[in-house]
């Protein structure tokens, strides 16, 4: 192995430099992960110096930022992930008919008004919370994706798992967090609109209360009731997605 | 491509992973069906809301200092052990 040393000097390349970009983008995550600034910083600082130790393995060419998402995903599961988290039981029997619903008829004027937004008066933390509350896995798919910007591959690269794996986490992912969002933009009064909203579910309906502090760290992800809702991908895991058979290299492109 | 398979790729779609052809019956699709249209614009709006409230704050100064300092004792250890 060359040594961080010998690379600097023979292609003149200076750490600090090439990673100092990606501090903030790779804090953010961190702190998504372990969920307290103090691991998030230990976090960060041991991705660095893994990443300037082994320098020499990365591939010139490949995407710098996933390659130090990969550092960290793979030092977080040896340091962290062992002794604090504990895995989340959910039922993917989706109601997504009924979400939607929802969401279209409380966003009546998303479409002809481009400024207004989509929950408009929900807190940034409300947000991280939904984010938060979903399952590890489900939770970094979605911010590799929606807040980092990755391509599936990239994911797949930096998750150590196939393109497949990260499309069906990212649907179910996306599709807990739309269900989470809903449920605080609901308890918490954000939706706009005066009608009164329509659950399918009952157990879903939640009364309107006041909020006491702290509160909402304790967001869960609410198991689906069983019913005559269709079931998408009632499997775990590999999801069979049928583009994916047809042509591999042109469907999953980079960029 | 019928509403169904809208509903299942949807998402895939907005992130433009489907690939050229897949990508381009979606759009034809959603040029004819109202729903599907209107289903892909909340979705994409959803997708901004979240990235938007989600933004990437600034990581703490003294962490940028604790990083560059880490990096250069490295460094010296690893010089000072050659
Ligand atoms: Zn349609």
Redesign the interface.
Known sequence: MKSAEVHEHEQGWDFEKAAMPYVDSLYNTAYRMTRNSEDAEDLVQETYLKAYKYYDKFEEGTNFKAWLFKIMKNTFINNYRKKKLSPHKIDFSEIEESYERVIQKNAPDLIKDPESEIFQDMMDEDVKRSLDSLPHDYKMVVLLADIEGFSYKEIAEILDCPVGTVMSRLYRGRKMLERTLLEYAKKYGYIRSGEPVKMRSRKDEVKPKKRAPGEGDAAEVHEPEDGDETVLFADDEEFEFELEEEREEEEFQIE | MICYDV???I??FL?G????N?QKDFTSHLNLCGDCE??A??QS???Q????????????EH??R???R??RA??AE??AS?
């Open positions: 509903k299942r790729v998402y895939f992130d992973q489907l690939g050229e897949k209107r289903r614009a909340i709006r959803l997708r809301f979240v990235k938007k409230r989600m933004h990437i704050d600034p990581a703490p962490l940028k604790r990083l560059a880490a990096v490295f460094r690893w010089s050659q």
